[in-house]
């Protein structure tokens, strides 16, 4: 089986939803499938798409769209597309406006309604998309382990250290525990530290962020670490400097069908996760290296006070997190599924 996955530029989603599963599907199973890749092909343009038994790419495909769907229809060529997110963005999302005006909730929605198959990352997020496509696997999220970024040495600390990774989209989420974070300063001092992961320059939503990291005197707090963004595959380094990932996020429609990554995340690293006790982190209830915690600031000054107390529990915790998704975020055995589902749709929906 011949497959091409599209996609203009490297970004996150690209690289765990595409580039590390197909690259290793490539090595572990080239007697099966042969996988090539179009990056930017807005700017270098398709190859001939009849060459191909499936096509493969992430929501939507840029100022091409709709040409690219037409021609995969006119020429019976099946595609699977891959969602990670919710398609209907809430309003004080960064790009919302952006969303509205190109009409790509529209173009999203189209591209699931009109796929031969589709993947997904959750059960919340499969069945929003069950309402358009009955034909939808769940893939999980998984890492490559074998990649240095996920196997390079812890950091020597010497101070407790908790960490955060997000970006612009999460920032409402960090606000959900920065009262807990200047309580737990206050109280521990120079004995903790707070990481915060993801800062960009000149970013009035990365200011505002930080702002409620002042501590009285109008400067960061000297307990808050913030470290530069850093790219899609270089990123997994900055849980090496955490003894325990936070992981806050916001109760609503959208958030609850985002993914579990940063769980999964911090598992390569054996560290535990203080998680919000809301969906999708739910769906890793009988993990026993996370931690759930209610969103309020008491409950996350609680669960946080907890983790300082006893660095030894901390540590079983993280390996129980380890342990859980080497079992449930196993990319080796998402991978033969992977493999499966696009054997299953390219030959149910083959050239006509």
């Known amino acids: 089986m011949k497959v091409l996955a599209l996609w203009n530029g490297m970004g996150g989603v690209e690289y765990h939803r595409l580039y590390v599963p197909l690259k290793r599907l490539q090595i572990d199973h080239a007697d099966q499938i042969e996988v090539e890749v179009s990056q930017e092909f807005n700017k270098s343009g398709l190859p001939n798409l009849k060459q191909y038994d499936l096509v493969l790419f992430n929501r939507w495909l840029g100022a091409d769209h709709y040409e690219i769907l037409h021609y995969l229809a006119k020429h019976s ?25 190109h009409k790509l909730e529209s173009a999203i929605v189209d591209a699931i309604r009109y796929a031969d198959g589709v993947t997904t990352t959750t ?109 899609p595959n270089e990123y997994g380094n900055f849980y090496r400097l955490f003894d325990c990932a936070l992981a806050p996020l916001e109760d609503t429609k959208w958030n609850s069908c985002k993914s579990e990554l940063k769980i999964i995340e911090a ?43 006893s660095p030894e529990s901390s540590r079983i915790l993280g390996s129980n997190n380890y342990y859980y998704c080497k079992e449930h975020h196993d990319l080796d055995k998402i991978n033969s599924q992977r493999l499966e589902f696009y054997k299953c749709t390219s030959s149910t929906n083959a050239h006509s």
């Open 77 to 101: 060529i099946p595609y699977v597309v891959d969602i990670d997110d919710y398609w209907k963005l809430p309003k004080y999302h960064p790009t919302y406006k952006y969303f509205r005006e």
């Open 123 to 231: 059960p919340q997020l499969a069945a929003e998309i069950k309402k358009l496509n009955r034909n939808v696997e769940i893939l999980p999220n998984a890492l490559d382990t074998t990649d240095e970024h996920w196997v390079s040495a812890p950091q020597q600390r010497d101070v407790f250290t908790f960490g955060w990774v997000g970006g612009l989209t999460h920032s409402n989420d960090i606000m959900i525990i920065s009262d807990a974070i200047a309580r737990i300063c206050d109280e521990y001092g120079d004995k903790v530290r707070f990481v915060i992961c993801g800062w960009m320059p000149n970013n009035y939503v990365w200011d505002s962020i930080l702002y409620k990291f002042n501590g009285s005197t109008g400067v960061l707090r000297p307990q808050v670490v913030v470290s530069a963004a850093q790219a």
């Open 267 to 309: 598992s390569a690293y054996k560290l535990p996760v203080i998680a919000s006790n809301v969906n999708p982190y739910i769906n890793h209830a009988e993990n026993y290296g996370v931690h759930f915690s209610d969103n309020n600031p008491d409950a996350w000054y609680k669960s946080m006070k907890q983790f300082i107390e």
